[in-house]
């Protein structure tokens, strides 16, 4: 995995070295109002960080690319991830920091990892699925070119009824 720069956020790949600094952000209990829930403990938090780091899923069907944001020379800010689980396609994920929200962080660092999907990786069609009622995912993933197409990723596991998938196709 490469590191990506942008603007003003470094995006490091993801190592158990992170997993201290992480887990004060993730402990965080504004970003859980629509999504998942905070790490348990350091220890759980060290443990996920390390099977994340062999970048593969066990069965190798998978590829697991997850990177912490840092706001250049400061604190980490949260994380993006990338699971690439068929040719030229991928799910992704981000958590920041409600301290880092409304400043275009999550944009930034959500296009900058799309740019290296698609030119290091061979993305092609890129899927995120979230809570239904958290428009601030739906309006930036909208803002970067997702849509909601359901018949392009019929091979996206089921999902509840609160959630909702949008899709970024590939250009043609």
Not at 48 to 57: D, G, I, V, W, Y
Not at 71 to 82: D, E, K, S, T, Y
Request: net charge positive.
């Amino acid at each position: 995995m490469r590191t990506i720069t942008t603007q003003r956020l470094v995006l490091e790949p993801q190592s158990v070295a992170h997993a201290e600094e992480m887990f004060r952000v993730l402990s965080d209990a504004a970003i859980y109002r629509f999504e998942n829930a905070p790490p348990a403990s350091l220890e759980s938090l060290t443990r996920r960080f390390a099977k994340l780091e062999r970048r593969r899923s066990p069965d190798a069907s998978e590829i697991w690319l997850n990177w912490v944001i840092r706001r250049a020379h400061g604190p980490l800010l949260g994380f993006v991830q990338a699971t690439l689980w068929s040719h030229e396609r991928a799910r992704i994920a981000y958590v920041l920091s409600s301290a880092a929200w409304g400043q275009g962080f999550a944009r930034e660092a959500v296009a900058a990892m799309l740019t290296e999907l698609r030119d290091f990786h061979g993305v092609k069609h890129v899927a995120a699925v979230f809570k239904r009622e958290n428009l601030p995912s739906r309006n930036l993933l909208l803002h970067l070119g997702f849509r909601e197409e359901p018949l392009l990723f019929g091979d996206v596991e089921v999902i509840a009824a609160d959630e909702q998938a949008l899709y970024l196709p590939g250009k043609s």
